[in-house]
C-alpha cells in the first residue's frame, strides 16, 4: 500500500511509519518543496533516527582535532563550565560579596545557592523570609520571547507557591540597587527562626546538612503518634472496664475508634505495659 503526504501531497511511502515521520517534519516546513529530493530524504531519515552513512576517517579525524581544540581552550571561565565545577556565575558572586557578605545578612537569613524548587533553580533563597533573589545575565535579554516567558512561568510558579521575588539584572549591579535590596529586605517580616550555621550552602548539599540519624528519626516519629494517642490513652485508663475477662477489646474500640481487629495491635504499641499485666488474652490450644 502506497501512503501519500497530506500536507504537500508530494511525498510517497510504502510505510506507514515512514509517511508518519516526514508529515511531522513536513508540517512545520510549508517551504520544503523548494528543498532538492536528496535533502528531502536526508531530513527524512535524520527524523527516523537514521544516519546518512558511516564516517569517512578523513571527517572522524577533523572532528577529531576540533574536540581537541576546544578542550584547550577550556579555562572553566564560561557559565556552563564554572556551573559544572560548582562555581557561581559572575553575577551570582558579585551578590554574594557585595550583599550577603559584605552586609552580614547569613547571620540573620538561611541563605541557599541554587536552591531546587521543582522544576526550577532558585539563583538565592532566603527560606526563613521565602525570597527568591533571582539574578539575570545578559542571556535573559538576549534569547527572545522564550526566555522572557520562561522568567515569567518561572516567577508565576514561585508566587504561587507562597514565594516572593526578587530580579536583579546584569547592568544594575550598583549601590541605588544593594540599597533597594536591603530596604525590601528589612520590610519582609521573618516566619521562621533560622535552622543553618552562618554559612551558605549549595542546594544539592542541603540535604546532607539537614539529613538526620535514622534512630533520631524514628524516635521522633514515635514521640508524635504517642501525643496524638495520649488522649484516648487516659480515657482507656480512666474506664471502669474490666480488662481480666473476655470481652474488653469490643468496649476499647469504641472508645478508641478503632476496629477490633486492631485493638491488640494498638494495645501493645501504645500501652505495653498495662496490655501484658492486665489484659485477658485468649489461651491458643
Avoid at 501519500?4 to 516546513?29: A, L, Q, T, V
Avoid at 535533502?39 to 579525524?61: D, M, R, Y
Wanted: glycine share 4%.
Amino acid at each position: 500500500m502506497i501512503y501519500k503526504c497530506k500536507f504537500c501531497n508530494k511525498k510517497e511511502y510504502n510505510s506507514p511509519k515512514k509517511i508518519k515521520i516526514h508529515e511531522s517534519w513536513c508540517k512545520y516546513n510549508p517551504n520544503h518543496r523548494i528543498v532538492s529530493e536528496e535533502t528531502a530524504n536526508k531530513i527524512s531519515n535524520s527524523l527516523s533516527g537514521k544516519k546518512n552513512g558511516p564516517l569517512s576517517e578523513k571527517h572522524k579525524e577533523k572532528l577529531r582535532q576540533k574536540r581537541f581544540e576546544y578542550l584547550k581552550q577550556r579555562n572553566g571561565d564560561s557559565a556552563f563550565e564554572r556551573r559544572n565545577l560548582g562555581k557561581m556565575s559572575y553575577l551570582e558572586q558579585w551578590f554574594f560579596d557585595n550583599v550577603i557578605i559584605k552586609h552580614n545578612l547569613l547571620k540573620k537569613y538561611d541563605i541557599i545557592n541554587e536552591y531546587p524548587f521543582y522544576p526550577y533553580f532558585i539563583d538565592f533563597a532566603f527560606l526563613n523570609i521565602k525570597l527568591a533573589v533571582e539574578l539575570d545575565g545578559a542571556s535573559h535579554f538576549k534569547n527572545g520571547k522564550y526566555r522572557l516567558q520562561h522568567d515569567i512561568n518561572k516567577d508565576n510558579h514561585l508566587i504561587k507557591n507562597g514565594w516572593k521575588v526578587y530580579r536583579i539584572a546584569y547592568n544594575e549591579t550598583n549601590e541605588n540597587i544593594i540599597n533597594n535590596f536591603l530596604n525590601s529586605l528589612n520590610n519582609i517580616e521573618i516566619f521562621e527562626n533560622k535552622k543553618l550555621d552562618e554559612n551558605l550552602f549549595k542546594g544539592s548539599l542541603l540535604k546532607l546538612k539537614i539529613r538526620r540519624n535514622r534512630k533520631e528519626y524514628f524516635d521522633e516519629l514515635k514521640l508524635k503518634n504517642y501525643e496524638k494517642q495520649k488522649p484516648y490513652i487516659i480515657l482507656v485508663l480512666n474506664s471502669k472496664i474490666d480488662f481480666s475477662k473476655f470481652g474488653w477489646v469490643n468496649k476499647i474500640a469504641k472508645i478508641i475508634n478503632q476496629k477490633p481487629q486492631k485493638v491488640n495491635g494498638w494495645m501493645k504499641k501504645f500501652m505495653l505495659d498495662f496490655y501484658k499485666e492486665k489484659c485477658f488474652k485468649r489461651k491458643l490450644k
